[in-house]
């Protein structure tokens, strides 16, 4: 899904109230333009919407939205991509923007559309940086630049709505920090709150001129919950994208991944299909990648090996050497070695990358390296092969086909010889997984305490995992107690599998 988020746009048009304004017949025409611009970019046609924008600016000069939506326009084509000749274009684009802004800022501090596009452009550059990894303080510096250009603009005139969404957006990425770290946080100034973030968010997308879409796509994304919960909110939202952008390939895309994640799988093969069918502009390859991402992913799930084999291989086939690609070309090779060609799923194991950047990759990328490295070694055992179909009955919501399977290889965990404490937590921990999705808690509270007092060697993150586990089925409980305790030792582990993604986790759903 990373593919999918780096393509949303961002629509920020201000009426201006300045001695620099044209004059009304004019910033209505100017007006119509940009919508018509902003829908291109939605349904992907980014040159059409390019010649929109430069138009703008050759009728009206003076209109700083010409030039910041030509600027984003790089800035969705780069992210993604990671071309270096469309970052170089947008951080040309950027400082022109800013020295723009600043010159009308000059001639009147009080110009709140001067004020709101420099603070966008600071927000925009940082998080470009980031995701490229580029220059990190100065990706920093500009990040701290925009939320302090945000906040004075919203102290000045609260009723300046559209500005709330980029401050929900900061407020959120800062609550994911660990709640470990938040002191520090605090003391240098930076106050990060996903429940405020939410709130902000809602407000831009209820009040807002022209910033409702974008803030239904953030709220959709981060209303992501754990899958038992049952949370409508982000399939209605994002489902809700697609019946306002019929013609929208990215939006499908976006939903097709939501459904995925929610476990209907089924749906998300059709939203994806649907999306490669309107794939015909903009962006085609990374629509491409996206849709048979999901689709590979998504028949993986239904344990339709030969059709999970078509897809990732057209995803292989069209990534860049930026792409974080393990996970795919590691289920690429299980779903060969399932179909019974060995000999193609080590290809695909040794194929896995080892030259990931660490603070760009992140933990899956690793995490799949160290099994892809162990399957070059071994086989898939009997054992490994009904835990995949299991987990992916679990995962595809039908719990009791799952059920069944656990059932099967109870007698090899309770009495095998060779059964070790990893074969132990995976089977216990998966096994807890779908008690929960099957409404059972009681038996899912006893395979989580079984992981707990295990000691396994490989599967160390599973034990940390566990305790999260237990501390939200306990607050389901309303054992407020229990759980804050269980929530609380999780920190007691360090320099584990996905500890930052248990982090972002444990504060997205401890901030509900």
Request: charged share 30%; net charge negative.
């Amino acid at each position: 899904m990373k593919h999918i988020f780096s393509l949303f746009i961002i629509l920020f048009l201000i009426n201006t109230n300045t001695a620099q304004s044209v004059n009304s017949s004019e910033n209505s025409a100017a007006d119509k333009e940009v919508l018509n611009g902003l829908d291109n970019i939605y349904n992907l046609k980014l040159d059409e919407a390019e010649s929109r924008f430069k138009k703008l600016q050759k009728t009206n000069p003076n209109d700083i939205r010409g030039y910041f939506y030509v600027s984003q326009i790089y800035f969705y084509k780069a992210l993604p991509t990671h071309d270096n000749v469309y970052y170089e274009k947008y951080m040309e684009l950027s400082d022109l923007i800013i020295e723009k802004t600043e010159d009308l800022l000059d001639k009147n501090e009080n110009d709140y559309d001067a004020m709101y596009y420099k603070g966008l452009s600071h927000s925009y550059t940082s998080l470009l940086m980031l995701s490229l990894n580029k220059n990190l303080l100065k990706a920093a510096s500009n990040g701290n630049d925009g939320y302090r250009v945000l906040s004075g603009l919203i102290e000045k005139k609260p009723d300046y709505y559209d500005a709330y969404m980029g401050l929900g957006l900061y407020k959120i990425a800062i609550g994911f920090v660990p709640d470990k770290f938040q002191w520090l946080l605090s003391l240098i100034g930076f106050n990060g709150n996903i429940k405020e973030g939410r709130s902000l968010l809602k407000k831009s997308l209820e009040y807002g001129k022209y910033t409702k879409t974008d803030s239904k796509v953030f709220l959709s994304l981060f209303s992501l919950n754990e899958k038992e919960d049952g949370d409508r909110q982000s399939l209605d939202l994002s489902k809700e994208l697609t019946e306002e952008y019929p013609e929208s390939p990215v939006f499908k895309v976006f939903y097709s991944g939501i459904l995925l994640q929610s476990g209907q799988t089924e749906e998300s093969i059709k939203l994806s299909d649907q999306a490669l069918e309107q794939n015909k502009y903009s962006m085609q390859t990374e629509i491409v990648k996206g849709a048979n991402a999901l689709l590979g992913t998504a028949y993986f799930r239904l344990n339709d090996y030969q059709k999970s084999i078509k897809h990732l291989e057209e995803y292989i086939k069209n990534a860049n050497k930026e792409d974080r690609f393990n996970v795919y070309m590691f289920t690429l090779g299980v779903s060969y070695e399932l179909s019974g060609d060995r000999q193609t799923a080590v290809q695909k194991y040794k194929a896995v990358r080892d030259n990931f950047i660490n603070e760009r990759d992140g933990e899956l990328d690793k995490f799949f390296y160290r099994y892809a490295q162990n399957k070059i070694k071994n086989q898939l055992t009997d054992f490994e092969k009904k835990l995949i179909v299991a987990m992916n009955f679990r995962e595809s919501l039908k719990p009791e086909e799952a059920l069944i399977l656990y059932n099967e290889m109870l007698p090899f965990i309770t009495s095998s010889e060779s059964v070790t404490d990893d074969d132990k937590i995976r089977y216990y921990f998966d096994l807890g997984t779908t008690y929960i999705y099957a409404g059972n808690p009681d038996k899912a509270i006893d395979c989580f305490n079984k992981c707990i007092k295990l000691n396994p060697e490989d599967e160390k993150w599973l034990v940390p995992h566990s305790y999260f586990e237990l501390g939200k089925i306990y607050l389901r409980q309303n054992n407020k107690s229990k759980s804050a305790e269980m929530f609380e030792t999780v920190y007691n582990y360090d320099d584990f599998d996905f500890e930052s993604f248990l982090d972002m986790r444990m504060a997205n759903y401890r901030n509900r």
